[in-house]
C-alpha cells in the first residue's frame, strides 16, 4: 500500500549511470515482492523448476541484480523483521485482496481468458519462509551483503542512509522519506516497464530519486510536520486516516498549524509518529561486497532449481572484476 504521497514530493529522474559506484539499502521484501508478481507465464503462472518450485523470485534477485553491478552499483538488501502490531489491519487487507485475486484468477483460467488470469495472478504473490531464506542463500553466493531488520525493512534503511553507511534507500514506497532517509531511490528493480493498475496496459518506469530535505524546503516545514501530514493522510499503521482528508488538504492542515484540530481523530497518533521518528532498528550489520561464489550460485540456481547455466555464465562475465572496484570503497564512501 504505501503513503500518498507522490504528488507532494520533488522527484528527479536519474539513469543507472548515476548510481555508479554508490551503496544502497534495497527493500529486499518490496522487490521480491515485485519479482513475484512480474516474472511469470502468459496465464499467470510463476516461474517453477520441474519439482514445482516457485523460481520467480530467485530469477529476479540474480539478473536484476546483475544488472545493479553490472552499472556499477552496490546494493546491500534488507529483509523485514516482526511488523508492529499497529500494521496488522494492513496486513489482513493485503491478504483480503489477495484471496479475492486468487477466486478472480481461477474464474477467469476457467474460461481461458488468460489475459486477465495473470493480471489477478499478479496480485496472489505470497512471500513464504523458504523464499526468504533462500533468496539470503543467493545473495550469499553472489557476495553482497543482507541485513536482518528487527522490524520495518524501511525504517532499518533509512537508518543506514541517515548514518551514512548507505548513499539511499531503494524501495517503491515512500515509507522510507518518513522514517527519515536522506534520499529514496524508486523503480530500481523494475525492468523496463510495469503495469498500469487494473489495465492490461504497460507504461515505461523511470528511475526516479527523491532527496529529503530538498522536498522538506519546498513544503516548507520539517520531519515532524511530515509525518503528522502522513497519519493525516493514512499510513500503514492507520489505514485510511481521517476522513475526508486527502494529500492536498493535509498540506494544507500543517502549513496553517492546525494539525491539533485534527489530532484526536487519530487513534494514539503519538505513537503512531513514534514508529516512523524513533523505529525499532538494529546496528549489528557489517557491509562487505565480494566476489561471486560461482560454485555455489551453479547449485544453487542450476543444480537445484533447473536455471540454464549458460545463462548464469553469461551474467557472471557482465559482472567480472567488478568486486575490485568495490574493494576499495570503505565504509561510508560513496
Not at 533468496?135 to 541485513?147: F, N, R, T
Not at 517503491?172 to 528493480?189: E, F, K, M, P, W
Not at 516497464?193 to 520539517?222: C, H, P, W
Not at 550460485?297 to 536455471?307: A, M
Request: proline share 3%; net charge neutral.
Amino acid at each position: 500500500m504505501g503513503i500518498n504521497l507522490k504528488d507532494l514530493v520533488i522527484k528527479h529522474p536519474i539513469e543507472l549511470a548515476d548510481l555508479k559506484g554508490k551503496k544502497l539499502a534495497v527493500d529486499a521484501f518490496n522487490a521480491i515482492f515485485q519479482f513475484l508478481s512480474s516474472i511469470r507465464q502468459a496465464d499467470g503462472t510463476p516461474l517453477k523448476d520441474s519439482h514445482g518450485n516457485v523460481t520467480s523470485h530467485l530469477s529476479g534477485l540474480f539478473y536484476r541484480t546483475i544488472n545493479l553491478i553490472e552499472a556499477g552499483i552496490m546494493p546491500c538488501f534488507v529483509f523485514d523483521g516482526k511488523a508492529p502490531e499497529e500494521k496488522q489491519a494492513t496486513q489482513e487487507a493485503r491478504e483480503a485482496v489477495r484471496e479475492g485475486a486468487r477466486q478472480k484468477y481461477a474464474a477467469a483460467l476457467e474460461k481461458g481468458e488468460l489475459a486477465e488470469a495473470k493480471k489477478y495472478a499478479q496480485q496472489t504473490s505470497k512471500l513464504t519462509g523458504e523464499m526468504i531464506s533462500e533468496s539470503k542463500e543467493l545473495l550469499d553466493a553472489m557476495g553482497l551483503p543482507w541485513v536482518q531488520a528487527m522490524s520495518e525493512g524501511e525504517a532499518q534503511c533509512s537508518y543506514m542512509a541517515k548514518k551514512g553507511h548507505v548513499w539511499a534507500a531503494a524501495s517503491q514506497d515512500y515509507d522510507s522519506i518518513l522514517y527519515g532517509a536522506t534520499r529514496l531511490v524508486r523503480n530500481l528493480s523494475i525492468s523496463g516497464k510495469r503495469k498500469i493498475a487494473n489495465t492490461l496496459k504497460l507504461q515505461k518506469v523511470q528511475l526516479e530519486m527523491i532527496d529529503l530535505s530538498e522536498t522538506l524546503n519546498y513544503l516548507g516545514f520539517d520531519i515532524d510536520s511530515f509525518i503528522k501530514m502522513a497519519l493525516l493522510i493514512g499510513t500503514d499503521y492507520n489505514p485510511g486516516g481521517v476522513s475526508g482528508i486527502g494529500p492536498k488538504t493535509a498540506l494544507k492542515v500543517i502549513r496553517e498549524g492546525k494539525f491539533d484540530e485534527y489530532a484526536e481523530k487519530i487513534p494514539s497518533w503519538k505513537k503512531l509518529f513514534d514508529l516512523f521518528k524513533n523505529p525499532l532498528v538494529t546496528t549489528d550489520y557489517k557491509l562487505d561486497w565480494k566476489a561471486p561464489d560461482e560454485k555455489k550460485l551453479k547449485e544453487i540456481l542450476v543444480d537445484r532449481h533447473d536455471f540454464k547455466e549458460d545463462r548464469i555464465d553469461a551474467a557472471l562475465k557482465r559482472i567480472a572484476g567488478k568486486e575490485d572496484e568495490r574493494k576499495q570503497k570503505g565504509l561510508g564512501e560513496f
